[in-house]
């Protein structure tokens, strides 16, 4: 079954303390993104990458790292995660224009 | 910077009448723009897509939007909205990998 699939689906963590939410596909697409969503502010891409070691910001990319070693997989790192950070992150690959969303990860920073 | 302006933070129609979303794009050249929709506690799921030629673009669930170049606008419509049409709709634009959301639009069907 083609699918994005993310994990974890929820973390609550501590401020500091470095994580890593990991995506992947398996849909042999180039483009992959990352996106945060917070109420009232629709989605906001954090980064996206065109295609292994290829990676660039989106709008909201303070706080966040990215790496693209493989074409499946696109991390989305938190160094030292804050509580502005708490929200809802979704993956992304992209095929055609047509984005291909995951489950969503829903990270609490305390 | 491109931008997307949902106008509507929230509307409600009554089951069976017509809806109406609106969207407005920043100008840019050849916008790809597109309309997605969320179901609580759900992941985004594409609606509908224009990329160029037909200003009419038909999507999956009955839905259709309209491209006006001369209004930068690309709204969604449905001619009769159903009970499980209750969600949160965005709509997007991207372009070579950058994309921009508005910051949706809820709707509420009553009965």
């Known amino acids: 079954e083609a699918q994005v699939t993310q994990n974890p689906r929820y973390l609550i963590t501590v401020t500091g303390k470095k994580l890593t939410v990991t995506c992947s596909q398996n849909?042999?697409?180039?483009?992959m993104s990352w996106y945060r969503q917070d109420p009232g502010l629709g989605l906001r891409q954090i980064y996206y990458s065109m295609n292994v070691e290829v990676t660039d910001k989106g709008d909201v990319p303070e706080g966040y790292k990215v790496s693209r070693k493989e074409k499946r997989n696109f991390p989305l790192i938190l160094e030292s995660p804050s509580p502005n950070q708490t929200s809802l992150y979704f993956c992304?690959?992209?095929?055609?224009?047509?984005?291909?969303f995951g489950p969503g990860t829903r990270l609490t920073v305390l | 910077a491109q931008s997307v302006t949902q106008p509507d933070i929230h509307i409600t129609v009554s089951e069976g009448a017509s809806l109406e979303l609106r969207c407005n794009y920043s100008?840019?050249?050849?916008?790809?723009l597109f309309w997605y929709v969320q179901s609580p506690g759900q992941g985004l799921q594409l609606l509908l897509k224009y990329f160029s030629g037909d200003t009419l673009v038909q999507g999956i669930k009955g839905f259709e939007a309209e491209f006006k170049r001369s209004q930068s606008s690309f709204n969604l419509r449905k001619p009769s909205v159903h009970w499980s049409d209750a969600a949160e709709y965005f709509c997007?634009?991207?372009?070579?990998?950058?994309?921009?959301f508005g910051d949706g639009t809820t709707l509420t069907v009553k009965p």
């Open positions: 997007a634009r991207s372009n070579a990998g950058k994309s921009t």
């Open positions: 100008y840019g050249a050849t916008p790809y």
């Open positions: 992304a690959s992209t095929f055609g224009g047509e984005q291909f």
């Open positions: 849909m042999n697409h180039e483009y």
